[in-house]
């Protein structure tokens, strides 16, 4: 089971120990995996697809994925200079790519976990 506790509640769900989610799960039977909102949101934007970035075809995909770029997050949090490295992107690729995997994951540079 997948709970939802805001972050500020995160370490009540939890207890001390882990003894709150242990007894949960006893309860109930069921393996208990507590997340808090902005993991949750992390966690499904990291299953959006390369191919949905402009420009990122089925070629650029997969040259993107054996460089390490596994989805839009993992773009989204790498630098112009990391994008350069891989075979066949350019800078203006790169910024052009950067920038749709930030738009598409609704977060600025600045917002970006690194």
Do not use: C, H, Y
């Amino acid at each position: 089971m997948e709970v939802i506790v805001p972050k500020d509640k995160l370490s009540l769900a939890i207890g001390r120990k882990g003894q709150n989610v242990r007894l949960a799960a006893k309860l109930t039977g069921w393996k208990i995996d507590l997340k808090s909102p902005e993991e949750k949101a992390l966690e499904e934007k990291t299953k959006i697809k390369l191919t949905e970035l402009p420009g990122v075809g089925a070629k650029s995909a997969q040259v993107l994925e054996e460089a390490g770029f596994k989805n839009v997050v993992d773009i989204a949090q790498s630098k112009i200079e990391d994008l350069t490295k891989v075979k066949g992107i350019g800078k203006k690729s790169a910024e052009k790519i950067l920038k749709a995997a930030k738009d598409l994951i609704g977060e600025g540079e600045e917002k970006v976990r690194k």
